[in-house]
């Protein structure tokens, strides 16, 4: 019995919608200014924390994917601490909004803009998606 569905790929990455880095990513464009709790509250809520598995992490690794690529910076100052023994927390700034379209981070490195269907390698030079480096 044969499966319906393309019988091969057809050329265009598969682009997901309403994902915990997405709603980061929002997250990201409206405040600008951002730590990795103040993106954790807004993106998975107070009541869901505990639903989601390790926003911690997932929302870390995205930072840190954005940040390899130039997309955003760490600040110099950490925010506010919350305790008397803690430095305070990381703060990082959005320089680059790359439009509506959360960046996709590659598992090999760099990051896919699905507004502009180019990569952008960690080292932030920008390359389109018919190119390839030798």
């Known amino acids: 019995m044969r499966k319906p569905g393309p019988k091969g790929p057809h050329g265009k990455p598969h682009v997901a919608r309403g994902t915990l880095r997405e709603k980061a990513w929002r997250a990201m464009q409206i405040k600008g200014k951002f730590t990795l709790s103040d993106l954790i509250r807004i ?5 869901d924390a505990d639903a989601a ?6 929302i870390g690794r995205y930072v840190k994917a954005l940040t390899a690529a130039g997309v955003l910076i760490e600040m110099p100052r950490r ?3 919350a305790s008397l023994t803690s430095n305070g927390e990381k703060r990082w700034m959005l320089v680059r909004d790359l439009g509506r379209l959360a960046p996709i981070a ?3 490195g760099g990051i896919y803009d699905p507004n502009s269907a ?4 960690p080292t932030g030079v920008i390359e389109s998606e018919g190119d390839h480096v030798e």
């Open 43 to 47: 993106a998975v809520g107070e009541a």
């Open 53 to 58: 598995k390790d926003p911690r992490s997932n």
């Open 79 to 81: 925010a506010a601490p």
């Open 106 to 108: 590659r598992i090999k």
């Open 118 to 121: 180019q990569t952008i390698p």
